[in-house]
């Protein structure tokens, strides 16, 4: 079967959200790339660019949730328009209290995590970065 991993790009804090992300999951990063690691007479990067993260992973249970900062000569994000949002699913309303805590502490919370209509414990948000979270518990 596929799996899905979600990539994400940044305006230049794709280390820095990084970094929080792991330390709401955990794990270790299985590579950082950097676009000066890139540079060479066929593709130069500019100075302003060089430490940008050309690519980054953070293994999540069996996913990898991948992300990157955009270079300057492509422009810039829009951080708040509306993304697909990541979906996660817990194996227990503990762990799915800890990624909505965790995750949403410093954004904005659109729906708060709890009991939903639908039989799910269930929360949304965006977090400080702009990127829209799910997290769900279905004790079926």
């Known amino acids: 079967m596929a799996v899905i991993n979600p990539h994400i790009n940044f305006n230049g804090n794709a280390e820095e959200a990084f970094t929080f992300y792991q330390s709401v999951f955990g794990g270790t990063f299985t590579k950082i790339v950097r676009l000066k690691d890139l540079s060479s007479p066929e593709f130069p990067v500019a100075e302003s660019d060089a430490n940008k993260i050309l690519y980054i992973s953070l293994p999540i249970g069996s996913n990898l949730l991948i992300g990157n900062d955009v270079p300057s000569f492509l422009g810039k994000v829009n951080e708040r328009e509306n993304r697909s949002k990541i979906s996660i699913s817990a194996e227990s309303k503990e762990e799915a209290d800890k990624l909505f805590n965790g ?12 009991d939903s209509p639908w039989g ?14 799910m997290v769900n518990f279905d004790s079926i």
């Open 103 to 114: 995750l949403s502490a410093g954004g904005e919370v659109e729906m708060p995590i709890g």
């Open 120 to 133: 799910s414990y269930f929360g949304m948000f965006r977090d400080r970065y702009g990127i829209e979270w």
